[in-house]
């Protein structure tokens, strides 16, 4: 048996190695949930990265060849995504761009750190993926969640002058971890005092019980850590209950579906994002070809996806190779300019010139908050 | 006590929700013994389809009660249609299968019927209007129980005294309880147990539609997922009530309600669900066959 | 004639009924309306044609009903007998070794997947199939296999093989946990509480974050070793690919031994009937406990294998519809028929993989299988084929089988 594994492992490599030389394009690894129902998150992404990709094949490709995609559906389960990442590795990807869900880059990434592959997500906002130092080959191109509980619990406190808090959460990974280092915050500042934390059960039929809760805390201010669908049956609750509290929550319900549903009670309700940057000349060439292309505004983290690709593809470029150290080496150093902004990235990870800002519902419209 | 009395009102609402979907499951496992899944999935039909007939009319410039009305007509046509159609398929054809077979059916007539719609519409959620207008009487206790929550609550009540009265007075309700308890002794007493059937599926299916207007239209959003988890939760409170029993399906629905919106307001929602289960696991200790459940005593 | 006119009808019964959610779609933020038409023709012509296999099929299982019955099928043979069993088990392993040695490593995970549910499937046809108590929790067991190696080895640093045995005796212990206070129920309060304990499990790790990590799930779970040596993340599917293949025989071996012993026959009886089962002195407590404590046993060693395997869980894998896939499995395969679970694990788990290419569709046509398979073979792709003692007089007492 351990022959045989020595023989299979060696024929593995070996056939990883043939594929390598005989690469004459570049391929870029896409992954991310193309179906199921959490598919909206990551087909924009994969159109991103075909635009960006177009733009620079037609350039003349990078180190003189053209790049090809390779996209990959992992449907956001970290059970299929080790699926993903190990079929991108034996198709030859030189680097990647996803996944999209955090939970999902957690389980990808040991396959991909094992390969020597470089890992860029537009969209997995989780801190653990930079700051815990366990995933050296992760990068990505949108700030970390605790940058954003952060603002929420700041403005919160310092612009809405709230000194009660209640801070909910819809129990799952992304709204969890938002709540808790929103309460970390909160707790810090001594004008303020956390008056509940609480899970609320997602796609549970109502929230009357949670919302007469807060009421009876007598918070002046809920922050909520979670998605759209959770956050309009809460705020609709609230408003029937003809409570003022005020509602600020993070990028899940910075979304046009949380106005389109909540319709007249999503008004006055904060929500953080990243940054507003419709007037970057590279953002509005990106949005352009989307709607050129495909007759259609694109859809979420499709900047930061394109961002992304462009990053990357300036890296290896600027290396003038394909191996994991320069493209690392010259990530870290060269300035990029991208939809999102001018970037770089620090020793973790994390993206340099990128952050979030708050929004307020006004008039059915998000309008950010100087 | 402000507040006990607001939980108790926020359990109630919720206990009359899940009655409604209950009420239905109840109903085809009392004559067939089979955990209907794909019954929160009519839940979710019945609602997509009033939601897409109160748009028409609402373009087409009706408004107020009519809007109601009509939408509600048509939802429970369509639910007893579909209701009628999946027993016809994914059912009947499985009268003499092991006791199993039906559940797979319905389990995967369950995930049929979400992608269906999931294609067929859309996958984000959808705003629902509130359909049921706020009456002018509730207009001093809208901020503690609304118009939409007391229509709720007294839909609930009286299907369950207008489905008690039909099983236990009419000649159809003798008729299904006779299927009920012994099919073939019913079918050679001269009852056509393939029509009972029939029907108990599209009255189940037509409170389903009831139940999924009324509720989208308090909650405000649908997509198709909504049935699932609703789905779920009506069949352990049919289960907590004692399963086949018309008043246990809407005491089992009240008490999972209250048990959830107290567990919430007194100790934390973290953990509502977990409260609700160990409710049911107590319960079914001490009377393993449900509330209002009889224990049957086995006969050999 | 009369076949069209009825065709012609359920045509028009399938368009009235898709009518508003197929052809009408509204948008009610811009107040526009699109008109489907053209999907309206092709439900009419769909449904006329589906119609007429729906009923060419239903004759063939009408009038095929009687004649399986009497026929030794294919599988029996392959199974039963000794000339063919022994080469096609020797064709299988061969081709199983080998298998990673052709593919590429996505194909090998995919198959690492199958072979879970294989598992997962016979360990639930012990509690399902032969004793007939319906769980549908089961999925709990694997979460609790999965998170004991996570979190051992988390903060103990405990090593794959010490938590394998670890996993699977915890899975028995919270089978037992589970079994008493369900001793009393029957049927369908059965399923609804085991329903409930796989909630409340999932629930308690995705809340006590103190204890689990919560929603977060734990990362970076280390691969097993091979005899003390670490080996890389690709030597290491491979060697758990081996190590599947290795628990597959093992459980194929032991639950084929199981449904021969006495405790086997004892849950057969249980099934069929409790109290004809009492009555003949079966300990019906002791009975139903090992049942539940041994199908729990499998979930939580193959749910130590699926942490290493993944390298990071969290909540969101053990869900309710974890546990209906589980149970299909057992139910499509046949209940109690061994190579009818492995044979249902490979197909559905590798069917949505290789649907991929319908991708939207993949879930639609998933639960239409489910129900037609169901409605045409209701006792599953195998029969289970209960052993029986023929008695053909003293000379043929050896071939009783």
Avoid at chain 1, 84 to 111: N, R
Wanted: glycine share 10%; with cysteine.
């Amino acid at each position: 048996m351990k022959k045989l594994m020595t023989i299979s492992i060696a024929a593995l490599a070996l056939s990883l190695a043939g594929s390598a030389l005989a690469a004459d394009t570049i391929k870029l690894g896409v992954a991310g949930p193309h179906s199921g129902d959490l598919a909206s998150y990551g087909i924009p992404t994969v159109r991103a990265a075909e635009l960006a990709v177009a733009d620079i094949n037609a350039a003349g490709g990078v180190l003189g060849k053209q790049v090809e995609l390779l996209v990959e559906d992992d449907v956001c389960k970290p059970e299929i995504a080790t699926n993903t990442a190990s079929k991108l590795v034996s198709d030859g990807a030189v680097v990647v761009l996803g996944h999209i869900c955090s939970g999902a880059t957690k389980a990808a990434l040991g396959i991909y750190n094992d390969a020597k592959i470089i890992v860029m997500s537009p969209s997995a906002t989780n801190p653990a993926l930079t700051q815990s130092g366990d995933y050296p080959n992760f990068y990505r191109t949108i700030a970390s969640d605790d940058l954003q509980a952060k603002l929420g619990a700041e403005f919160a406190v310092n612009t809405l002058g709230a000194k009660k808090i209640a801070v909910i959460h819809d129990k799952g990974d992304y709204g969890k971890g938002y709540a808790e280092f929103a309460k970390a915050f909160l707790e810090k500042m001594d004008n303020a005092e956390v008056v509940l934390f609480e899970g609320v059960t997602p796609g549970a039929v109502d929230y009357s019980a949670i919302v007469q809760k807060i009421k009876h805390s007598g918070a002046d201010a809920v922050i909520y850590g979670g998605y759209h669908p959770e956050a309009s049956k809460i705020v609709t609750q609230m408003k029937k209950k003809k409570m003022d509290t005020y509602f600020v929550s993070d990028d899940g319900v910075k979304d046009e579906t949380f106005i389109k549903v909540a319709g007249e009670f999503a008004e006055g309700v904060y929500a953080s994002g990243p940054m507003d940057v419709s007037n970057l000349p590279l953002f509005q060439k990106a949005l352009k070809e989307h709607k050129d292309k495909f007759g259609e505004d694109p859809g979420a983290f499709f900047k930061e996806g394109y961002a992304a690709t462009v990053a990357l593809m300036n890296a290896i470029e600027k290396a003038g190779s394909t191996e994991y150290a320069a493209i690392e080496a010259k990530l870290r150093s060269e300035y990029v300019d991208t939809p999102v902004g001018k970037i770089s990235f620090d020793e973790k990870g994390d993206a340099i010139g990128v952050g979030f800002s708050m929004y307020k519902v006004i008039d059915g419209k998000y309008v950010e908050q100087k | 006590m402000e507040y006990f009395f607001e939980l108790f009102l926020g359990g109630l609402t919720r206990g009359s929700i899940y009655a409604l979907i209950a009420l239905g499951y109840t109903m085809v496992y009392g004559i067939i013994e089979l955990i209907n899944f794909a019954h929160g999935e009519i839940y979710m039909i019945g609602a997509f389809t009033a939601l897409i007939v109160a748009s028409l009319l609402t373009m087409a410039g009706m408004d107020g009660m009519a809007v109601l009305a009509l939408s509600m007509v048509v939802a429970i046509i369509y639910a007893g249609a579909y209701g009628l159609t999946i027993e016809k398929i994914a059912y009947k054809p499985l009268r003499q299968a092991p006791r199993l077979s039906p559940l797979i059916s319905a389990i995967g007539m369950s995930i049929f019927l979400q992608n269906y719609v999931l294609l067929a519409q859309t996958s984000d959620f959808l705003p629902f209007p509130s359909l049921v207008p706020e009456f002018s009487f509730m207009e001093p206790y809208e901020h503690i129980f609304s118009s939409s929550e007391l229509m709720i609550v007294v839909v609930t009540a009286v299907s369950m005294l207008v489905l008690t009265y039909l099983i236990k007075f009419t000649k159809m309700g003798k008729a299904m309880r006779a299927s009920a308890q012994d099919r073939t002794m019913a079918m050679l007493a001269g009852i056509n147990v393939n029509r009972i059937i029939s029907t108990t599926f599209i009255i189940g299916s037509t409170l389903a539609a009831v139940g999924g207007v009324l509720i989208a239209s308090h909650i405000g959003q649908i997509n198709f997922y909504i049935g699932f988890i609703a789905g779920i939760k009506a069949f352990t409170a049919a289960v907590l009530g004692g399963i086949g029993s018309i008043p246990g399906a809407v005491l089992g629905s009240l008490v999972l309600g209250w048990t959830e919106s107290f567990a919430t307001g007194y100790v934390s929602s973290d953990y509502e669900d977990v409260f609700a289960f160990t409710l049911l696991v107590l319960i079914l200790i001490f009377r393993p066959a449900g509330i209002l459940g009889k224990t049957k005593t086995q006969k050999v | 004639m009369k076949n069209l006119k009825q065709s012609i009808l359920i045509s028009l019964w399938f368009i009235f009924l898709t009518f508003p959610l197929m052809v009408i779609r509204v948008n009610t933020v811009e107040q526009e309306v699109e008109w489907r038409w053209i999907n309206m023709a092709f439900i009419g012509v769909g449904a006329f044609i589906c119609s007429y296999i729906w009923r060419y099929l239903m004759a063939r299982k009408e009038k095929g009903g009687n004649e399986e019955e009497s026929k030794t099928s294919w599988h029996q043979t392959l199974t039963m007998d000794k000339r063919y069993a022994i080469p096609a088990a020797a064709l299988i392993l061969t081709l199983a070794i080998i298998f990673p040695n052709i593919v590429s490593e996505y194909r090998i995970n995919t198959m690492i997947s199958a072979l879970i549910y294989v598992v997962l499937g016979l360990g639930l046809n012990i509690v399902v199939g032969l004793a007939g108590l319906l769980d549908l929790g089961y999925v709990a067991f694997y979460a609790v296999g999965a998170y004991s190696y996570a979190l051992l080895n988390h903060h103990f640093g405990l090593s794959f093989w010490a938590c394998l045995p670890l996993g699977a005796l915890l899975g028995a212990f919270f089978g037992i946990l589970l079994g008493i206070p369900v001793l009393r129920l029957r049927g369908d309060y059965l399923a609804i509480v085991t329903l409930g304990f796989g909630e409340i499990i999932r629930l308690i790790l995705e809340n006590w974050n103190e204890f689990s990590f919560g929603p977060s799930g734990i990362a970076n779970i280390s691969n097993p070793t091979f005899f003390g040596q670490e080996i890389s993340r690709s030597s290491g599917i491979l060697f758990i690919y081996y190590l599947m293949i290795a628990l597959v025989i093992f459980t194929i071996f032991v639950v084929n031994r199981l449904q021969n012993s006495r405790l086997g026959r004892s849950w057969v009886a249980l099934r069929e009937d409790e109290i004809a089962c009492q009555a003949m002195g079966i300990d019906r407590m002791k009975t139903k406990l090992a049942a539940f404590a041994l199908g729990a046993t499998w979930a939580g060693m193959v749910g130590v294998i699926f942490a290493a395997k993944t390298s990071f869980i969290n909540p969101a894998s053990f869900t309710f519809l974890e546990s209906a896939i589980i149970l299909s499995i057992v139910v499509l395969g046949g209940m109690g028929s061994i190579l009818g679970v492995i044979l249902a694990a490979f197909v559905l788990i590798l069917l949505p993989e290789e649907l991929r290419a319908f991708s939207e569709y993949r879930m639609l046509i998933f639960g239409a299988s489910m129900v037609l398979m169901m409605v045409f073979r209701p006792q599953g792709i195998i029969a289970n084929v209960r052993r029986s003692y023929e008695y053909h007089g003293l000379d043929g007492a050896e071939e009783a089988k």
